[in-house]
């Protein structure tokens, strides 16, 4: 009875306490934010419910609490600093200030947090896609605390230049690169539509000239139909426009008599040797 009492007095104690706190705590968009009164963990609805970043919250309820102001960077340097830091790769945005990254050091990540996974951190501020960032993890959630100003900036730039050019991960090559840094590449590549389009796209016209016993040397996008740059078997070399959407041959390079799109690229590769005898 006596334990009954005292908590009783303690859920008292807190609830008091309470209307008279503000706090400070991070919010992510739709989010809820939590403090500690009295030993008494409370979660509470933010308002307004749309508010994202850093704020001073007042307890309204049991459930709900009011912004009061945005916590400014002393206040939240302060928060942060009792979490350990983590050094992560930005990937992409995942949804308003909330990024999806992946560990820096994967060694180093499984023996701090027991696991090695791409994470979602909280409240980017600042910060594009391959950066390198120092954030804080509190036990369930990662928070963004800067950019990581003693990184080599130019990794950041190469892999921003690989990806406008569509390079493929497994092409990569630079001096620095890493197998997390492969990684961080391959999860900021499959949010673009199309990205892989091109590997695809070689994957078939070379599948189709090797079945016809040729080999893909390079290919062209011309819209509707590729110049397509292939060899015989006995290495002679090929220019042929193919069409796109079922590989017939739009042009051979040789005369044909005009019968070039009575032939696909596989069957090409056999009326091209037989020319070659």
């Known amino acids: 009875?006596?334990?009954?009492?005292?908590?009783?007095?303690?859920?008292?104690?807190?609830?008091?306490?309470?209307?008279?706190?503000?706090?400070?705590?991070?919010c992510v968009k739709g989010g809820r934010v939590r403090t500690?009164?009295?030993?008494?963990?409370y979660t509470f609805s933010p308002k307004p419910s749309k508010f994202e970043g850093w704020g001073i919250f007042q307890a309204v309820d049991e459930k709900t609490a009011t912004?009061?102001?945005?916590?400014?960077?002393?206040?939240?340097?302060?928060?942060?600093?009792?979490?350990?830091?983590?050094?992560?790769r930005l990937a992409h945005p995942l949804r308003g200030q909330t990024w999806l990254a992946y560990p820096v050091n994967e060694a180093d990540m499984r023996?701090?947090?027991?696991?090695?996974?791409?994470?979602?951190v909280h409240l980017v501020t600042e910060g594009v896609t391959f950066e390198q960032i120092i954030a804080r993890w509190n036990?369930?959630?990662?928070?963004?605390?800067?950019?990581?100003?003693?990184t080599d900036p130019a990794i950041s730039e190469t892999l921003q230049s690989a990806i406008k050019q569509l390079?493929?991960?497994?092409?990569?090559?630079?001096?620095?690169?890493t197998p997390e840094i492969r990684t961080v590449y391959e999860l900021a590549t499959r949010r673009i539509d199309g990205f892989a389009q091109p590997q695809q796209d070689e994957k078939r016209l070379r599948k189709a000239?090797?079945?016809?016993?040729?080999?893909?040397?390079?290919?062209?996008?011309?819209?509707?139909?590729?110049?397509?740059?292939?060899?015989?078997?006995?290495?002679?070399r090929h220019t042929s426009a193919i069409a796109k959407n079922d590989l017939t041959v739009v042009s051979s390079g040789i005369c044909l008599s005009g019968r070039d799109r009575d032939f696909d690229l596989q069957s090409l590769v056999g009326v091209m040797e037989q020319q070659e005898w």
Not at 140 to 150: G, I, L, P, T, Y
């Open 139 to 150: 036990g369930q959630s990662c928070w963004f605390e800067e950019v990581d100003r003693r």
């Open 209 to 236: 000239l090797q079945m016809g016993g040729g080999e893909l040397r390079q290919f062209h996008d011309r819209s509707d139909y590729w110049t397509v740059d292939w060899t015989t078997a006995d290495g002679v």
């Open 67 to 88: 912004v009061v102001e945005e916590a400014d960077l002393p206040q939240i340097a302060e928060y942060l600093q009792h979490f350990p830091q983590v050094r992560l």
């Open 167 to 177: 390079t493929p991960a497994e092409e990569l090559h630079f001096k620095g690169i």
């Open 1 to 26: 009875m006596t334990n009954i009492f005292k908590l009783i007095n303690q859920i008292a104690i807190a609830e008091a306490q309470l209307s008279a706190t503000q706090f400070l705590a991070p």
């Open 111 to 120: 023996q701090r947090l027991k696991v090695v996974k791409p994470i979602a």
């Open 36 to 41: 500690q009164v009295a030993g008494m963990v």
